[in-house]
């Protein structure tokens, strides 16, 4: 495996959108995170139906795929959320009986495999799972996070991973400088030195809403040095992961009219920030769109033919709303945007080699 960049989608309407659409290459494999039975509610067809075709879309030889079991739903979590995390993601019969639904792509697919504690009263839970799994699938992924490390790498210590199997350390929020992140890392290469290791962190603080966003500014609270970090020496991970460009999201219920943007500007490695100063839609075709496009690091791609937006589809549906091809007053569209954009500049910086 050679993969240098994991970004972390759900299977959400604009994120299933993305998955189908944008070519990942052979350096980018996504990790997929379902979060409900089916991607929308009136679907008539089986969830295996539904996601087999979702996966087989995906332009990418691989595609993770992950029932994420840190979602930990809320009171404001959707209730298809939170139901599909109590029957099936924090269920250690049905999470597994989930997976085994897709053994005609275990060429396709690696399943993520995670320690449910404290979620489940279930023991061994992550050595259970790879019993069953490891049987049907030629690659696995053990998802281990910061916070529950040393009851995750107590029980994978017990079991003999094959070469090909993953490791994906989650730090959440917390920053690669932490130095119990070395202290984890020097742990995982004791067990298992030769397997390919992913870090993933959520580079855009939780708490960030498009109404306290500084106008045409840097996004101060978004921290993306997990680019440039990861395989410096004192960690040396195989490759990164983030949450492609958006922030990880605790995917309530509703929400109202709140026009943003966030547009990322790989040539500093930063995000910027973008709203208007009224909740209308209105916001996006008479504000946003024109700020983002008159930004001076914008202006200078357009200008030297970047390759940041030659082939960008995010870059060029801004420019389809500016010229009138299309509506602009679609708030859930701007973040297909803000995702196409990212993963657009990821690629080309990985061609670059740059990552």
């Known amino acids: ?25 052979s350096q980018i494999i996504p990790i997929v995170e379902i979060i409900k039975e089916k991607d929308r509610k009136d679907n008539p067809e089986s969830r295996y139906t539904i996601y087999s075709k979702l996966f087989n879309a995906v332009q990418s030889e691989k595609v993770i795929v992950d029932l994420p079991i840190y979602l930990t739903p809320k009171v404001s979590t959707s209730a298809e959320v939170r139901t599909f995390y109590l029957s099936t993601i924090s269920n250690l019969h049905n999470r597994i009986a989930f997976y085994l639904e897709f053994e005609r792509l275990r060429d396709k697919i690696i399943p993520v495999i995670s320690i449910l504690k404290p979620v489940s ?8 799972q790879f019993e069953v799994l490891a049987s049907i699938f030629p690659q696995l992924a053990f998802r281990i996070f910061y916070n529950n ?11 003999e991973l094959r070469p090909d199997d993953l490791i994906i350390y989650d730090l959440d929020t917390t920053n690669i400088t932490n130095p119990i992140v070395s202290k984890h890392k020097k742990s995982m290469d004791l067990l298992y030195d030769h397997l390919y290791k992913i870090i993933i962190r959520s580079a855009i603080n939780t708490d960030i809403q498009n109404v306290a966003l500084d106008h045409e500014e840097v996004i101060g609270q978004a921290d993306n040095s997990l680019r440039d970090l990861y395989k410096m020496p004192q960690w040396r991970f195989s490759a990164f992961g983030d949450y492609a460009g958006v922030k990880k999201d605790d995917i309530t219920s509703g929400g109202g009219v709140s026009p943003g943007l966030v547009f990322y500007n790989p040539d500093e490695n930063l995000y910027y920030g973008f709203r208007g100063p009224t909740k209308n839609l209105l ?6 769109i024109p700020a983002v496009l008159q930004m001076g690091f914008v202006n200078s791609w357009t200008e030297k033919n970047s390759a940041f937006i030659e082939g960008n589809p995010g870059y060029d549906r801004l420019i389809n ?16 945007i803000s995702i196409m954009h990212y993963l657009h500049c990821m ?9």
């Open 1 to 25: 495996m050679n993969a240098k960049y994991f970004p972390v989608l759900r299977a959400r309407q604009q994120e299933i959108d993305v998955l189908q659409k944008f070519d990942f290459g």
């Open 121 to 128: 009263e279930e023991t061994d839970t992550l050595i259970k």
């Open 149 to 159: 490390f040393d009851a995750a790498i107590s029980e994978l210590q017990l079991l």
């Open 283 to 288: 916001e996006f075709e008479q504000t946003i």
């Open 321 to 336: 709303i500016r010229n009138g091809h299309e509506p602009s007053r679609s708030q859930a569209k701007y973040k297909w």
């Open 347 to 355: 690629k080309v910086l990985i061609s670059q080699g740059a990552i």
